[in-house]
């Protein structure tokens, strides 16, 4: 059940998320040609959210940002609290809901702005 709630809340979350790029891209360009256009590229921008929390989650930016934060501590003069391999122990795991639940809305927006595109 619990998973279930999850899922609906994220579901709708993404969706308000999607509505809101859908709207402002349509608030700044509204003299594209084709309507369904829009619907493509709020899916774009929400997949490439997804991709790139999917990216984050795996740990590819763990280093370049271990290693930025150094730097500017050393700059500053003070030194890191832990060691990069403990660094990497206490990071925070996002679920995978999340980007899972992301690629999906994506994919309704897709979906949408083809059925609107094969009626016209």
Known sequence: MR???KILKLLLIDIVIGSIVF???YLYSPDWKY???YFYVSAAILFTFGWMVFVANEGVFDLFIYGVQQFFKGIVGKRMKMTYPEYI??????DRMTYIMLWTTSLLFVLTGLIIQ???
């Open 23 to 25: 709207g402002l891209i």
């Open 3 to 5: 998973d279930k709630r």
């Open 118 to 120: 094969l009626t016209i």
């Open 35 to 37: 309507f369904f256009d």
């Open 89 to 94: 122990q206490d990071r925070n795991i996002i």
